[in-house]
């Protein structure tokens, strides 16, 4: 595992909500937490409704996760601008996220239920 990074399932079932709707629901999520940050919890793309999400060209790279590609969703009351990450193609020792995405809390909603 990359240095301070640990990945481990999430207990329970998340919801992921924005703009009024239900983005998506799992059992699957994963919990990376890195170093003292707040963990961020990682939903995979199958549990998501990617209909909603359009991708952008912003970028952001982390020496120990790699380069990260943004999304805006799609919601009927508007465009909720770079609110969701995913690495695409995540360093090696970080493999386990590639496939899931991560939600801005401060744009989105994630909860557990």
């Known amino acids: 595992m990359a240095q301070n990074i640990t990945i481990h399932p999430a207990a329970g079932t998340f919801v992921v909500r924005a703009g009024g709707a239900v983005l998506g629901e799992t059992t699957q999520a994963l919990e990376l937490i890195e170093g003292d940050r707040p963990s961020v919890i990682y939903i995979p793309r199958s549990d998501i409704a990617m ?11 982390c020496p120990r996760k790699g380069v990260a590609s943004y999304y805006s969703i799609i919601a009927k009351s508007g465009e909720i601008a770079d609110a969701a990450w995913s690495y695409e193609d995540p360093l090696p020792d970080i493999a386990a996220i590639k496939d899931y ?13």
């Open 51 to 61: 209909a909603f999400l359009e991708a952008t060209k912003t970028t952001t790279t």
């Open 101 to 113: 995405l991560a939600f801005d809390i401060d744009k989105v909603a994630v909860e557990a239920v």
